[in-house]
């Protein structure tokens, strides 16, 4: 069989729990963004914009989204004989199975995909970070350094260092130590959960660390160990557009700055596109009731109410008399006539009934969820339905096919949820 030089392992079966609502029932890397996409879309356009054509989509966590947008990875190119897209789930072997408990521990559990193409190198990829980055001069750098790993790295501000596993290097970027959230951090190089191994050095590392650590993890076991066997790590420092959309805010706000007229982030490149599985949508409507400004609308979308510097993705009707502001309306979804939505997120194919009024009130966190409802956003989850005529204040959390004794005076207030059993 031929030989690959480098393959690719990304990493998509996290739940992305600080992103609430958005991942009920949906993997943080299937969570859609930009309208069209979702957040997988720009690592798997990355490695074919760079050249690798053979990628393992490591899912776990509620994969069936994911799963069916990705397919046999044709928007991609990735529909190969040898080599091509190919997902990987957790899987049973004699009497033995189990959960990927940890990154490393998910790579070692598919030892044997990655040894049918005998590659030299393997790329290790999150699924759920938004960038463009050419893996391609990732992998020279990595050759040029005589390295046995590469590390993705980025600068951060040192004040937010603590929150970030840092690589402490010498002044020709070998690390010499890395250091998991330090309270007192020495360096402001933050890991971006990208990293190139020499693949025959990793899979031994693999095997030696499932004996000790069953969770094995690249940040706190293979990492460390690498280091600590003085085997030649270096940091790749990645110095443009790179985001960690990991709460309600910071999603919330990678989104709204695309509508920018020059975004930081631009979609428009044609010499670094961003592909995805786009269903063959009707053009887009815009009635003579509308109004339609700083926002960004996706084909099948029928808008016959306003909407400002909002994000909305295809095959949303948003009806006559509606006003939507700084959200952010996902796939599928129907807001119907009168109601007015400010500062929220609406998961995908949700129905909005008549005059519902989200996001009016005080800004109180959430009670269940402070750590996740804290920012003004309120989150309502995919497959969900609001009835007609309710208000819902700020940080608050719907899930499932709510009715109106659901709202108590026909309203919910700021800070509350209601989160229905399976999203029922």
């Known amino acids: 069989m031929q030989k690959k030089e480098m393959i690719a392992m990304l990493l998509a079966g996290g739940q992305g729990s600080r992103l609430g609502a958005l991942t009920t029932q949906i993997a943080k890397p299937a969570v859609m963004f930009g309208g069209k996409y979702r957040i997988i879309d720009f690592p798997l356009s990355n490695c074919v914009n760079s050249g690798i054509d053979t990628v ?12 069916k947008h990705i397919g046999i990875g044709i928007p991609w190119d990735l529909d190969l004989t040898h080599g091509g897209v190919t997902i990987l789930s957790p899987f049973v072997t004699g009497k033995q199975g189990e959960w990927y408990s940890g990154t490393a521990n998910a790579i070692y559990q598919n030892i044997r995909y990655i040894d049918s193409y005998n590659p030299e190198y393997v790329l290790v990829l999150s699924g759920d970070h938004v960038y463009k980055m050419d893996y391609a001069q990732m992998l020279n750098y990595h050759k040029q350094k005589g390295a046995t790993a590469t590390i993705g790295v980025i600068e951060v501000p040192m004040e937010e260092a603590s929150q970030f596993g840092i690589m402490n290097t010498d002044s020709d970027l070998k690390v010499i ?82 509508a920018y007229v020059v975004p930081e982030f631009n979609l428009y490149d044609d010499y670094w596109s961003i592909y995805t599985n786009s269903d063959n949508f009707a053009p887009q409507f815009i009635s003579n009731t509308a ?58 194919n949700s129905v909005i009934g008549d005059n519902v009024r989200i996001g009016h009130g005080e800004d109180i966190h959430n009670h269940d969820k402070p750590h996740v409802y804290n920012s003004g956003i309120s989150v309502i989850g995919a497959y969900t339905t609001i009835p007609d005529n309710v208000g819902i204040g700020k940080n608050c959390e719907i899930v499932g096919n709510t009715t109106h004794e659901h709202y108590p005076n026909g309203y919910l207030p700021s800070g509350n949820s209601v989160v229905l059993k399976g999203g029922i």
């Open 291 to 348: 109004n339609v400004s700083h926002s960004l609308i996706s084909k099948g979308c029928e808008i016959e109410g306003e909407i400002y510097n909002s994000i909305i993705s295809p095959n949303v009707r948003i009806e006559k008399g509606c006003v939507i502001k700084d959200s952010i309306i996902m796939q599928g979804t129907i807001i119907k006539s009168g109601s007015i939505l400010d500062k929220c997120i609406v998961s995908e």
């Open 56 to 67: 393992g989509v490591l899912t776990q966590y509620e994969p069936l989204t994911l799963t």
């Open 177 to 258: 130590e890395f250091e998991e959230k330090p309270a007192q951090p020495k360096s402001n190089f933050a890991s971006m959960g990208i990293y190139i191994f020499n693949w025959k050095t990793l899979r031994k590392s693999l095997v030696e660390d499932k004996e000790i650590h069953p969770d094995s993890d690249f940040g706190k076991h293979i990492i460390p160990s690498l280091l600590n066997a003085g085997e030649p790590l270096f940091a790749y420092p990645f110095k443009s557009y790179w985001k960690d959309i990991g709460t309600i805010e910071a999603y919330w706000k990678a989104n709204m700055e695309l």
